[in-house]
């Protein structure tokens, strides 16, 4: 019996920890970024306030995450 890895990386596959790029919207919401970086809503705000993490941008009073750029961003953390 063979089971899939379920932890691919950027380098190696277009899905990390089974939640597919293919899958995310071209503009991500907090809630969306939250839940595919698996990390808390507060831990991303913390990183736009100490200036690193995925850069977002002002959709008029709304934060958002070009879905690229997040990718490049996790791709930069990849080979650091």
């Known amino acids: 019996m063979t089971t899939e890895s379920t932890h691919s990386t950027l380098a190696g596959g277009d899905h990390i920890d089974g939640r597919h790029e293919s ?3 071209d503009l991500l919401t ?3 970024l939250s839940n595919y ?3 808390s809503k507060q831990t991303i705000y913390y990183w736009q306030k100490i200036g690193t993490g995925p850069k977002p941008f002002k959709l008029g009073k709304h934060l958002r995450w070009n879905k690229q750029s997040v990718l490049d961003w996790l791709h930069e953390l990849e080979v650091a």
Do not use: H, M, T
């Open 23 to 25: 899958d995310l919207p």
């Open 30 to 32: 907090i809630d969306e």
């Open 37 to 39: 970086l698996q990390v």
